[in-house]
């Protein structure tokens, strides 16, 4: 059970860090040529892309945080309550899944709002 409550915490570190990511970006804290954010050929060609893009991807990401955070949450109910590791990755796995569409949209909605910005 050890490696359940490690992922189950994993995931909540993650949604918190996901989430400060989402206000940052949303908030043009996110500078060009910052280590963090969406880098992708049409966010880098101008500030006002970079900038674009970065807030089109803040819905995305805060769905991500979400679900990394409640997930994580719903994972530490379940260990709790008894559920068998597998039980346990039944739950995680669909939640990696939509983890990994909602990254794969904010990466869309970037680059089509960076596009359309110039």
């Known amino acids: 059970m050890g490696t359940s409550v490690l992922l189950a915490s994993l995931m909540i570190v993650l949604g918190s860090v996901v989430w ?4 940052a970006a949303g908030s ?19 500030d006002e892309a970079w900038f674009a893009g970065q807030a ?17 949450l719903v ?3 379940l260990i709790g309550a008894g559920a ?7 739950v995680a796995l ?11 949209r904010a990466i869309r909605a970037a680059d089509r709002a960076a596009q359309r910005a110039g």
């Open 56 to 72: 089109a991807a803040t819905r995305w990401l805060g769905w991500e945080a979400a679900i990394l955070l409640v997930g994580g």
């Open 94 to 104: 669909p939640l990696f899944a939509a983890v990994v569409w909602c990254q794969l």
């Open 84 to 90: 068998t590791i597998i039980g346990v990755n039944l």
């Open 28 to 46: 043009r804290r996110l500078r060009p040529g910052s280590v963090l954010g969406i880098r992708t050929p049409s966010t880098r060609t101008s």
């Open 75 to 77: 994972l530490l109910a």
């Open 20 to 23: 400060v990511l989402s206000w």
